[in-house]
């Protein structure tokens, strides 16, 4: 059980791109931490940074209070999943799991015993002495979980968990894995590009772009108060609201129409400054009458979403979207007015969060 | 190994250095040394030769006598006798007859007609043709070279008894067609497996619109088919070159007879040098051999390379 | 219709003549070895064994086998080890003139054959006192067959994810526990493949033995052979036959397992 800390990690590859630019992060014993973000931002390369698989540039880590910069990747104390399981194919499962245990030299009864404790654990000993090539994907992956719980490591890393299972598998291995986490109580550091899953899973994460780290905080935070408008835009199954809009005292103008100022940011706004007025269509209350300080237009598409609707309205020149509970979906060319909540709505300034 | 640092100290943050991020973090000295047997006998073998055959050529060595214990430095002296030698030339005319015969042509020819007779076709014909034709290419060369010679015998050789033509005896009356027909008949499975490929490659939506346009059969063939192989002609035709160009076979037919009618290169080298003793003349012929080898080589390297 | 017809009979015919053009030749290997007395011309064999007895009492046919197993399998296992090491490193290391490096073994494979180089080798031979030595055969041999084994075995781990290897290694295993555990199992089929290429051509290789062993009881099938019809008098047929066969039969073997099992098949770089 270990704490992981960054400080000022940096890490430039020959031909000078800057992979991870200076970040500190902090995470504590035991949480379930996302590293979430778009390709090429560089989260697996800092997961591999942690594991000790690239070698950091500049900056260090640290693991449990001591500083593992300058160390071998095997002497971490850290366990770690890839994204394709790297299950060894000429060895059963037993052998696989067993195997960390083997390099640290654990006599061969031992670590059978503990393969088998393991691997009873997860579910798995009917499979025990199958080869990888003959386990399903959602095996294959338990194999590799019970692989890493085998070597009792302080922490644990995972590169994309999910990313090799089929959609249906995906969501069950989801609560899967936090319910392991929270079991075991290992500190666990997760890469993945798919928002909803860090969302899910994550007790807090960090939204990376290009090296930097955009956000940290817990998926409430991060979904409820994006820092800019990136992780704005990268946070939540439909896309936020992102609306350009001049101040006006106390109102804002946004599309030709009248909004309040939100709360999170009254009193920090200058009369005729231009922000961006951001609001998540989930946030937004649809009416078919006019409303006072609400986004009026022609509705233009209805998305059926299952158990409600997602209306996107023609505003002027622009198109802003709202949710839609069952049973009140508007009909195609119908008036509509969308009325943002106060208590979430939010401005952003040159791209960042204004709030106190 | 384990620094009990405090987590508030500054740490230095110059680059540790102190393992290798290669996968399995072998690090260069371990990979040189995984790496130093193979070039050793790389260079033992393979490049020292041909560097010193460069040397040789410039020596009047012989193994025996004084040339052998002392040999001098003669300059350019062999390769002036190469070239106003008429064996010389008559060598090299005759290794361009077998080139062009049994490989330009024939192979080239033979590979990719049965290729294109055979395309689109799975059953158990394709299966036979093809493993006939690859037979003729993997069996040994002392054999096959010896199926030829009872096959082409004047008096019981199996030609003979189909044709009855009595006192016809192919390998003295025309040893360089026999020997390139019998070339293209063991080398013709290379190519035929590689315009196999190339053909399966090319797709069927582009023949089916030409045929649907009613083009005849000859006529896919010039219009849709040979544009999109022409690259692999051409790597086709430098490969086999190559490797005709320096194939010693003829030798096990012929011996380069008779009266050197079908000494190419390779048995030409071999007579001057091994049984004729005279090495350095010998090395002088084998750079030739060498520097043509490189030009070929290098033409076909540059084009695999703007290929990818 | 009629073209089409015509276009069939024109089909079936240049199939016939092809057949017989590949067959022919062949013929004689498969009915002479069955043949009592047989002659140069292929008749339909009465199936007799007694071609095989001769086999077995002639002082240097069944000797000449072992011979070129010896410097088959000897050439083939110096290549596997050396060549997997080699492609090993140059795959997984970032070596300084690495690229370099893989450009000139290529060129150097298709420029250095043994007709080019017979003179120095041959030379090279006597200063090392590796004439008539069939370990100076094997030596040579490998130094021509490494440098296309070694490209042929680097491809072949530039395809294998690195992520088992990580994987070990950030369980704690060393190199060369990683070496042993994960890579030589994951890349045997590689292995055996190149090991199955490296029999294939020295099984068949002339040149070499021919110019560097002098010693009948070194040589290998390949010289043999060739001796067989060339040294005076008479060839013996009955030898000749029976003794083609059973230095071919291997080799067909060889590429019947390797065909079946790896769908092995040389396209000349041409990706199906």
């Known amino acids: 059980m270990a704490a992981i800390e960054l400080r000022a990690l940096t890490k430039v590859y020959p031909g000078g791109v800057k992979a991870l630019d200076s970040l500190d992060l902090a995470i504590p014993d035991g ?157 666990t550091v997760f890469v993945t590009h798919d928002q909803a899953e ?65 709360v999170s940011a009254e009193g920090l706004l200058t009369d005729g400054e231009r922000v961006v007025y951001g609001v998540r269509p989930e946030y937004n209350t649809y009416s078919a009458e006019p409303v006072e300080g609400s986004l009026g237009g022609k509705v233009v598409i209805v998305e059926n979403l299952g158990a409600s609707h997602l209306v996107t309205l023609e505003v002027g020149e622009v198109l802003v979207q709202a949710v839609v509970p069952e049973g009140g979906e508007p009909s195609i060319g119908a008036d509509g007015f969308a009325a943002p909540r106060r208590d979430r709505a939010l401005v952003y300034r040159d791209g960042e969060l204004v709030s106190a | 190994m384990a620094q009990a640092t405090s987590p508030l100290e500054v740490i230095d943050d110059a680059p540790a250095r102190r393992f290798s991020s290669d996968a399995a973090g072998l690090g260069r000295l371990r990979a040189g040394a995984f790496v130093a047997p193979a070039l050793a006998l790389i260079a033992v073998f393979l490049v020292f030769p041909a560097l010193w055959v460069l040397y040789l050529g410039l020596t009047n060595y012989r193994l025996t006598g004084t040339a052998a214990v002392e040999p001098q430095f003669v300059g350019l002296d062999n390769f002036v006798k190469a070239v106003s030698d008429p064996a010389f030339w008559n060598s090299t005319w005759l290794t361009v007859q077998f080139v062009l015969g049994s490989a330009v042509i024939g192979q080239v020819v033979l590979g990719f007609t049965i290729a294109w007779l055979m395309r689109d076709r799975t059953g158990p014909l ?183 | ?123 090279l031979a006597v200063e090392l006192n590796l004439i008539d030595s069939q370990f100076g055969v094997i030596l040579i041999l490998t130094g021509g067959l490494l440098p ?24 704690g295993a060393s190199p060369l526990q990683i070496v042993r555990h994960v890579v030589v199992p994951l890349v045997r089929p590689g292995l055996a493949t190149i090991a199955v290429w490296a029999v294939a051509n020295v099984w068949g290789n002339f040149l070499m033995p021919y110019l560097l062993l002098s010693d009948v009881e070194k040589q290998p099938a390949a010289v043999i052979m060739y001796t067989l019809y060339t040294e005076g008098g008479q060839a013996n047929l009955t030898l000749l036959s029976t003794f083609g066969l059973l230095y071919s039969v291997p080799v067909v073997l060889m590429y019947l397992f390797v065909s079946k099992k790896y769908g092995f098949r040389f396209h000349g770089g041409i990706k199906r």
């Open chain 1, 198 to 262: 860090a969302l899910a899973m994550a007790d807090r994460m960090a939204v990376m772009e290009a090296g930097h780290i955009r956000q940290i905080g817990t998926p409430a935070e991060v979904f409820q108060r994006p820092a800019n408008t990136f992780v704005a835009g990268f946070i939540g199954s439909t896309p936020m609201n992102l609306l350009h809009g001049t101040v006006h005292g106390d109102t804002l103008e946004v599309a030709g129409c009248k909004v309040p100022v939100p």
């Open chain 2, 126 to 308: 394709k299966r036979t043709v093809e493993g006939l034709v690859i037979l003729a290419w993997i069996l040994p060369s002392a054999v096959v070279s010896f199926l030829w010679v009872a096959l082409l015998d004047r008096d019981g050789g199996t030609l003979q008894a189909l044709l009855h033509v009595p006192g016809f005896a192919p390998l003295l009356d025309h040893p360089m067609l026999s020997i390139v027909i019998f070339n293209t008949w063991r080398g013709a499975a290379f190519s035929m497996m590689l315009y196999g490929a190339a053909l399966g490659n090319v797709p069927p939506s582009h023949l089916e619109s030409a045929r649907l346009a009613g083009a005849s059969g000859w006529q896919q063939l010039r219009d849709v088919v040979f544009p999109h192989i022409r690259g692999h002609i051409l790597t086709n035709l430098l490969l086999i070159s190559l490797w005709t160009f320096n194939d010693f076979t003829p030798f096990m037919l012929t011996a380069g007879g008779p009266d050197g009618k079908t000494e190419v290169l390779a048995v030409h080298v071999y007579k001057v040098a091994m049984l004729g003793q005279e090495l350095g003349y010998g090395a002088a012929v084998s750079t030739v051999i060498l520097l043509i080898n490189l030009v070929v080589a290098v033409f076909y390297l540059r084009l695999l390379r703007s290929k990818k």
């Open chain 3, 148 to 171: 296309a084994a070694i490209f042929m075995l680097k491809d072949f781990m530039d395809s294998t994810p690195k992520s088992y290897e990580e994987s070990a290694r950030v369980f």
């Open chain 1, 31 to 187: 949480e379930f931490f996302a590293l979430l973000g778009p390709s090429g931002c560089g989260k697996t390369t800092l997961l591999r940074t942690i594991a000790g698989l690239e070698t950091a540039t500049g900056g260090s880590v640290v693991i449990g209070e001591r500083d593992v910069t300058g160390v071998q990747p095997g002497g971490r104390d850290i366990a770690m999943v890839f994204q394709d399981y790297a299950l060894f194919p000429h060895m059963d499962v037993t052998d696989n799991i067993a195997y960390p245990l083997r390099i640290k030299k654990v006599g061969k009864a031992a670590r059978q015993r503990k393969a088998e404790e393991v691997g009873a654990r997860l579910g798995l000993d009917q499979l025990m002495d199958r080869r990888p090539g003959q386990l399903s994907g959602g095996q294959q992956q338990r194999v590799a979980l019970a692989r890493v719980m085998a070597t009792q490591a302080q922490a644990f890393l995972f590169d994309e968990p999910l990313s090799n299972l089929d959609a249906r598998l995906r969501l069950e291995a989801r609560t899967f894995l936090k319910k392991l986490q929270r079991e075991l109580g290992v500190t």
């Open chain 3, 1 to 123: 219709m009629t073209r089409f017809v015509l276009g069939r009979i024109g089909f079936y015919t240049l199939i016939a003549v092809l057949l017989a053009f590949f067959t022919i030749p062949l013929l004689w290997l498969v009915a002479a070895p069955l043949t009592s007395d047989p002659t140069y011309e292929v008749r339909v064999p009465d199936f007799t064994l007694d071609n095989f007895r001769a086999i077995l009492e002639h002082p240097y046919a069944l000797p000449s086998l072992l011979n070129s197993l010896v410097l088959a399998v000897g050439t083939a296992l110096l290549v596997v080890v050396f060549a997997a090491l080699a492609a090993y490193a140059l795959s997984r290391v970032r070596l300084p003139g690495r690229d370099a490096l893989l450009y000139a073994l290529l060129l150097l494979s298709s420029i250095i054959t043994g007709t080019a180089a017979m003179v120095p080798l041959f030379q």
